[in-house]
Each structure stands twice: as C-alpha cells, then as structure tokens.
C-alpha cells in the first residue's frame, strides 16, 4: 500500500506539506499551536480535508495568533461554529481557544511552548501522549503523534528512501539528536 511520501508529491494540497513542512522542526509557538489545532481538527477526517480548508483556519483564528484565540469569548466561539470554511465541530473550537490558554501559561512559565517541548524531549509516544493529555484537551496518541512527528519531536514523517527525509536529517530534528 502506497504511503505519504508515495502519493504527496506532485499532489496540489499533499506535495507543498509533505515537501516542506511535514517532519521539519518548528521554532514559531503559533506554527506549532496551528499544527496541534489543525490536527485535532483532523480527528475522523482526511488530512486532505484540512489541508483544503487550511487557509480558511488560518484566517478564522487570526493567523493562529495565540494571544487572540486565548482571549476568545462566546462571540468569537459563536463564529466560528457559523463559519462555513472550517470544521465546525464545537469540541474541536473548544479545544482549540482552551489550548491557547494554555499554551499562553506555558510560554509565561518556559519562555515559549517550544522551550517547554523541548524540555520534555526526549519521550516515547506514549510519555508525550500522556503529558499531553495532562495539559491539553482533545489530544489522543494520533493526535499528539502526528503533531509531534509534523514538527520534528517523533520520528516517521518520511521513509528513509524520500527525498525529504535526507533535508529533515540535515536539519537536525530533536528525534536525531543523539545527545540526549
């Protein structure tokens, strides 16, 4: 069975993520709070799905700007279940403006939601899985295993054989660091 690094390449929505996003490490606390959020709206859809609507998300939640989806109200929660080009599942926006706080109270504890993952790097799937679980809402293991995995803390975005996967190796990934 053909896997991503067999069917993303060349696909208009698949081939630009899997080239250059997908398994590469992140610095920016809103990319990464995008990735966590896009992928709790992933749960029992396609990727393809919210690859599609992926610029309708961005603009709805501003850009994924942490410090304005933390501060969202019953308004902006009443928008975004009416707004057509999302996913409009109430427990996925819920999800999302509550994990912004959160993510808001690690960046004022760490210094950044990046440095507090980096801290706990490295873990098993199932130690992140845990803490995840203990910090935020709606992250199951495909959850916290695909976002973990997009942003370069897990290993498994690309095949050893993808072209890809030797820039990600370049870039040296948290997964590479053999140090810790």
Not at 171 to 180: M, N
């Amino acid at each position: 069975m053909p896997d991503y690094c067999d069917l993303a390449p060349g696909h208009p929505f698949h081939g630009p993520y899997h080239d250059h996003e997908y398994g590469f490490s992140v610095d920016d606390d809103n990319v990464l709070f995008e990735r966590l959020v896009l992928e709790i709206n992933q749960a029992g859809l396609s990727w393809l799905t919210v690859l599609k609507k992926r610029a309708a998300f961005q603009n709805a939640f501003e850009g994924f700007a942490i410090a304005k989806v933390a501060d969202y109200g019953s308004q902006q929660r009443e928008r975004l279940l009416n707004d057509a080009s999302i996913i409009r599942n109430r427990l996925k926006i819920d999800a999302a403006i509550h994990n912004a706080g959160i993510v808001q109270g690690l960046q004022r504890e760490y210094g950044s939601f990046k440095a507090w993952l980096d801290l706990h790097h490295p873990l098993s799937l199932e130690e992140w899985v845990r803490l995840f679980k203990r910090t935020f809402r709606f992250t199951g293991p495909e959850i916290v295993n695909e976002m973990l995995m997009s942003t370069g803390y897990l290993p498994g975005a690309h095949r050893d054989d993808c072209p890809v996967q030797q820039r990600i190796l370049a870039a040296a990934p948290p997964w590479a660091d053999t140090s810790s």
